[in-house]
């Protein structure tokens, strides 16, 4: 019998409510994927991030809050939105120790600019006042839509998982890469030339995508296949 790898997924938190919560799509996607997710609790040390790694097979890095700019060693600007201490120091022991187990990691929104920050880049804090305005990377419901298109890079996983060259993709953030971690590569950019996936060449499975997989999959092939790619590598 195959066997079903268990997911762990970053919890989303709302400060004015004070609660965890969770789009459906991130459990439901993986699920529809072939996984069985499970929803983290927030943690603040390596002993509990070891733990998390021998019980969970693969983790899930999702949207939410900005990055604190003090990650990538700036300072923040009015142009930067609420951060999350909470998350900023989960992910980061979360991180280091499933590359150091070569654990599969896949980022989505915030995900992409989390590790990308912690493994030595940087961000641009606001898109439309720092790089450009001129495509929409901040879309209005429903998230399900493409709005622009993507670039893929040709001898890059993600063109060897989807066979194309250029994608639609849906697109909900205010910030993205600015300089890429030397840690990873580029696999695919939007027509304003943002850094919209990447990877690491040294690990197992480390992905990460700007767009929104968990609000698309149902209707949008490509998402889905994200997700099934990332779930058969927490199999193997």
Not at 74 to 99: A, F, N
Not at 169 to 193: F, I, T, W
Request: with cysteine.
């Amino acid at each position: 019998m195959k066997k079903i790898p268990i997911i762990g997924i970053i919890p989303l938190i709302d400060y004015s409510k004070d609660s965890y919560w969770m789009v459906p799509g991130y459990v439901n996607g993986l699920k529809q994927a072939g996984a069985l997710p499970v929803i983290l609790p927030t943690i603040k040390t390596d002993t509990e991030a070891e733990m998390l790694a021998d019980m969970c097979d693969g983790f899930l890095f999702t949207g939410g809050q900005d990055v604190d700019p003090a990650i990538y060693s700036e300072k923040k600007s009015e142009l930067c939105g609420e951060c999350c201490p909470e998350r900023d120091v989960m992910e980061k022991l979360l991180l280091e120790t499933s590359m150091k187990r070569n654990k599969p990691i896949l980022g989505i929104c915030r995900g992409i600019q989390f590790i990308n920050a912690v493994l030595g880049g940087t961000l641009w804090q606001d898109i439309p006042k720092q790089f450009s305005d001129k495509l929409t990377h901040c879309q209005k419901p429903p998230y399900d839509i493409p709005v622009h298109d993507v670039s893929i890079l040709n001898d890059t996983p993600l063109y060897e998982l989807l066979k194309k060259e250029c994608i639609s993709v849906n697109s909900y953030h205010h910030q993205g890469v600015r300089e890429l971690s030397p840690k990873l590569k580029c696999m695919a950019r939007s027509p304003d030339g943002l850094i919209e996936a990447v990877y690491s060449p040294e690990y197992k499975f480390l992905w990460a995508v700007q767009w929104h997989p968990e609000f698309s999959y149902e209707k949008d092939e490509n998402s889905l296949l994200i997700f099934k790619e990332f779930v058969s590598c927490c199999s193997a």
